[in-house]
């Protein structure tokens, strides 16, 4: 069985050795690096299957760091702050970052949260591995084992929150889903419940998915109820 890769960065040794031997221990492939430069040079040799990403850092931060893998990859992100600031964790989740943990944290709040993650990604396959979703007047495939989405035959790169979201959506087509449902299937117990979150992840969704010259928007909303797709 091949081993999940995760890569540590946070500028405190204490903590990537820390993190890295439990991750190693409970048989992780694990990676570190000390600021968002060396993960950044990390990404580029080997893309691993998670990032735990520090926010206060020295040379880059992880905001910037943040954005410059979504720039590249949807590879599943947890943010880690010493401040338990509302607004640090809203921005977070608006960059595309999947989950915002507190320093200090415990152990198992942390090995939770990454196989809550990885089960998350990993359930995709699971759930849409009887049939993919087509839409031919759109020219929109989901392929939810390899995580693939094609549009008038060019590969659109999502987010692993973004996939997420349009496949709950499709996987539901022609079901009419509230926002609060929305930000309980996908960010689980540790949503906030901030419609922003989901409406700046919508409208990074809705940009990518844009449909040329006629606009045709693949996912709807119906005001005051939720949004669908057909």
Known sequence: MVKQGVLVVDDDISIRKFVRAN??????????????????????????????????????????TCRRIREKSSVPIIMLSAKDDERDKIRCLEMGADDYL???????????????????????????????????????????????????????????????????????????????FILEKIWGQNRIDSPRVLWVNMCRLRRKLDCGEDHAEIIKTKPGLGYFVK
């Open 23 to 64: 991750l190693v221990a409970r048989g992780f492939n694990v990676e570190i690096a000390a600021n968002g430069k060396e993960a950044l040079d990390s990404f580029e040799i080997k893309t691993p299957d998670l990032v735990i990403l520090d926010i206060m850092m020295p040379v880059m931060d992880g905001f910037e």
């Open 102 to 180: 507190p320093k200090p944290f415990s152990l198992n709040e942390l090995l939770l949260r990454v196989k809550a993650i990885l089960r998350r990604v990993g359930s995709l396959s699971q759930e849409g591995g009887l049939m993919n979703y087509q839409n031919q007047d759109l020219g929109l495939t989901i392929n939810y084992d390899n995580r693939q989405v094609i549009l008038k035959g060019k590969e659109i790169e999502l987010t692993s929150t973004e996939f997420r979201i349009l496949s709950y959506l499709t996987m539901n087509a022609g079901r009419i889903i509230s926002p609060e």
